[in-house]
């Protein structure tokens, strides 16, 4: 070629031409190394993966640190055990307060005869004992301390019924000593309506009770003839 055609723009272009053939040839030389390579060292790569032992990576102690840290913040920190209350001992019970139902003991006997005939009137003994601590105050009017004398459920007479003047009756019991009360029945019926001439009882079996709020003092069976 004629040196002269290499000068001016029209060399310029021819090599230009030159050289993009030999980046283009170059190119290709490349690709097809690379190819070589990958498939010549693909099975060797994979057989060595496999017969060598995977090698664990060592702790590294700073986040192992951060990673227990993790834990014990997340979990529930355990609920503390409920402290027992205490129970306060009860107040000591002082002389003359009322006494409780539960420190008194309150019975009823009735007369020596169970039998009783003619104008012979029934006769009962109440006894109430304090069996606290201290003295105690009571009740014993025949509104609080009821003696009833009942025939089933017929209800006869009863020391609650048509009371004159307060009925209360407030005593002091010491502890031990038994309040003891001593009644006659007259062998009329009573009511609260107070009539002026009751009736008499018939002849037959009377059962006599004593209560006192919830307190029950046993019975006594006995006969009118």
């Known amino acids: 070629m004629d040196p002269d055609t290499m000068r001016g723009d029209g060399g310029d272009i021819y090599w230009r031409r030159r050289m993009s053939v030999l980046v283009a040839v170059l190119v290709v030389v490349a690709v097809v190394a690379w190819a070589c390579s990958s498939g010549g ?3 060797e790569r994979a057989s060595s993966a496999q017969s060598s032992p995977s090698v664990t990576p060592s702790a590294d102690p700073l986040l192992a640190g951060l990673r227990t840290l993790a834990l014990g913040t997340a979990s529930p920190s355990p609920t503390p055990s409920a ?5 306060p001992s009860p107040r000591p019970k002082r002389p003359g307060e009322p006494c409780e139902e539960k420190d008194l003991v309150l019975s009823l006997q009735s007369g020596k005869e169970p039998i009783y005939a003619g104008d012979a009137r029934p006769s009962f003994i109440v006894t109430l004992v304090n069996t606290g601590s201290v003295m105690c105050t009571a ?31 407030v005593r002091k019991l010491e502890r031990g000593v038994p309040y003891v009360r001593s009644l006659e029945w007259d ?12 009736p008499t009882a018939l002849p037959g079996t009377y059962v006599a009770t004593v209560r006192m709020g919830k307190l029950r003092g046993g019975k006594g069976v006995f006969h009118l003839r």
């Open 187 to 198: 062998r009329r019926r009573s009511s609260d309506d107070c009539r002026a001439s009751p």
């Open 83 to 87: 402290t027992p209350k205490a129970t």
């Open 41 to 43: 060292s693909g099975p």
């Open 139 to 169: 009740d014993v009017g025949p509104r609080a301390v009821e003696v009833r004398i009942t025939s089933g459920a017929d209800r006869i007479w009863s020391t609650a019924d048509c009371v004159s003047g307060p009925g209360a009756d």
